[in-house]
């Protein structure tokens, strides 16, 4: 990848990826123990479920992987592009989520699935709207990807070959994000139980704001200066 990064897509890539980590580990701990921030988990447990016979277990499974599907969705109805370019309306999905997270709490205090659909939709939502940039895969509610590339890089490393840095330094910022969303997430989980999805909600929504307020400031200086007419011509004389 041998274009710069802008400065947005960086924050905005590791504060998603910390509150995806946060969303995942409360929906973890939760009484379901349910991962809801991706469906590599999730497809592996209906498997073992269709195996077994489970068939609440398969409805509940089959249900968080409909939910994450209509989250990215939404956001492809919503900002109609799969590469990330500053104008798009990523504060209207960001504004939807937080809602969804902030919907998910008393689901969760009844112990009702639906909490965990609507945090799943979430995620959705938000992995969908983070997707390329300038050749780098950016996946901020998983990190197999991330890993992936990390071991590419030492294996271009070991063979002498140039290596990404652009890239090998997205992946360890958008895991040391997620790693550091899931210890927050545990904390507190445990001092405000589902309570606590409020916080990524508050932070996802202050996330759009930040992203509007920037994104219109940028905007704004990029647009050329209409310069005044030149009123010091002389007007012309009468024939």
Not at 84 to 91: A, F, K
Not at 170 to 187: Q, T
């Amino acid at each position: 990848m041998g274009v710069q990064l802008p400065r947005w897509v960086w924050v905005g890539a590791v504060t998603l990826a910390c509150i995806a980590g946060m969303v995942n580990a409360i929906g973890y701990l939760g009484f379901e123990h349910q991962a809801v921030s991706h469906l590599t988990g999730t497809t592996t447990l209906l498997g073992a479920s269709l195996a077994g016979g489970d068939w609440r277990s398969v409805g509940h499974l089959w249900a968080v992987l409909i939910a994450f599907s209509l989250g990215a969705t939404i956001s492809g109805l919503i900002i109609q592009d799969s590469t990330l370019r500053l104008g798009r309306r990523y504060g209207v999905v960001l504004a939807i989520e937080a809602l969804l997270l902030a919907a998910s709490v008393p689901m969760f205090e009844n112990r009702q699935i639906f909490g965990a659909l609507l945090a799943s939709t979430a995620c959705g939502l938000q992995n969908a709207m983070v997707t390329t940039y300038s050749g780098a895969i950016v996946r901020t509610t998983h990190l197999t990807g991330m890993f992936t590339d990390l071991g590419i890089g030492l294996g271009h490393l070991l063979r002498g070959m140039p290596l990404p840095m652009r890239r090998l330094t997205l992946s360890g910022l958008i895991i040391s994000g997620f790693l550091g969303g899931g210890i927050l997430g545990a904390w507190a989980f445990r001092a405000w139980h589902y309570k606590a999805l409020l916080v990524p909600a508050t932070l996802t929504g202050l996330t759009g704001i930040g992203y509007v307020v920037y994104r219109n400031w940028t905007l704004r200086r990029s647009r050329p200066k209409q310069t005044a007419p030149d009123r010091t011509r002389e007007p012309l004389q009468p024939r």
